[in-house]
């Protein structure tokens, strides 16, 4: 049973930058891509960014390009979402998925998903 865990949520002042870490155990990690997606109350959920299995191909949805970083680490089961220049419109629910399509943005190409880390930022 793959399982993806999410942590490093947290209020922060705009501006400022918090790092979400996911925790995938269940399977051989480097054999998924994986994807950060986030919800905000009373709207969908978005595409944040994908990152390939090697960790050599990303990409990043508008909104936030330039501002985070995905990056994983296969040795660690361990995927990575820097995010700096925190905006109030950041505020959602973070979730990390895995999936077998390079840099997927469809959240329905994706097959595993954690729970979830909230992430606030106030103005």
């Known amino acids: 049973q793959v399982q993806l ?14 790092r979400l870490s ?5 399977h051989t990690f480097s054999g998924y891509g994986m994807g950060w997606f986030r919800q905000a109350p009373g709207k969908e959920r978005e595409f944040v960014a994908a ?11 508008d909104s936030v390009k330039g501002r ?5 680490d296969n040795a660690k089961n361990t995927g990575y979402l ?3 220049s925190l905006k109030p419109e950041d505020t959602a629910v973070y979730y990390c998925a895995a ?22 930022v106030s103005s």
């Open 51 to 61: 990152i390939s299995r090697s960790g050599g191909s990303t990409k990043y949805a």
């Open 22 to 26: 996911c925790v995938v155990s269940g």
């Open 82 to 84: 820097q995010m700096n």
């Open 5 to 18: 865990v999410e942590s490093g949520g947290g209020l922060v002042q705009a501006g400022g930058s918090l």
């Open 99 to 120: 999936d077998r399509t390079l840099l997927a943005t469809d959240l329905y190409e994706y097959d595993y998903w954690g729970q979830g880390t909230q992430v606030t």
């Open 68 to 72: 985070f970083t995905i990056s994983r």
